[in-house]
Nanobody, 121 residues
Framework: QLQLVESGGGLVQAGGSLRLSCAPSASIFSINDMGWFRQAPGKQREWVALISSAGRTNYADSVKDRFTISRDNAKKTVYLQMNSLEPEDTAVYYC???????????????WGQGTQVTVSS
């Protein structure tokens, strides 16, 4: 079954950097908007960043100027470069994408399984 696979999480000290990646687990026909969400313990999942198929980006205010979302359309991969990390950024990070698995299927939203990011003070 098709899924999105994230990587790149880990433990980092405050002020450090991490780069997350996310790509489909199998070959797909097309991919549209791609984004990142996060969920901290005891909190609801929140949107972090979005990149359109044309490369337009949007960010949550809490990460603007620290995080950068990008994509490689040939690899159908989305990245999240996280700089100046703060303990408040500690969360499980999930990628989300609008995918058309085959030329016969319609667009559907997919989620990754999540990758843990822990920022120590």
């Amino acid at each position: 079954q098709l899924q999105l696979v994230e990587s790149g999480g880990g433990l980092v000290q405050a002020g450090g950097s991490l780069r997350l990646s996310c790509a489909p687990s199998a070959s797909i026909f097309s991919i549209n908007d791609m984004g990142w969400f996060r969920q901290a313990p005891g909190k609801q999942r929140e949107w972090v960043a979005l990149i359109s198929s044309a490369g337009r980006t949007n960010y949550a205010d809490s990460v603007k100027d620290r995080f950068t979302i990008s994509r490689d359309n040939a690899k159908k991969t989305v990245y999240l470069q996280m700089n100046s990390l703060e303990p408040e950024d500690t969360a499980v990070y999930y990628c989300n994408a609008e995918v058309r698995a085959t030329w016969r299927t319609t667009w559907s939203g997919y989620w990754g399984q999540g990758t843990q990011v822990t920022v120590s003070s």
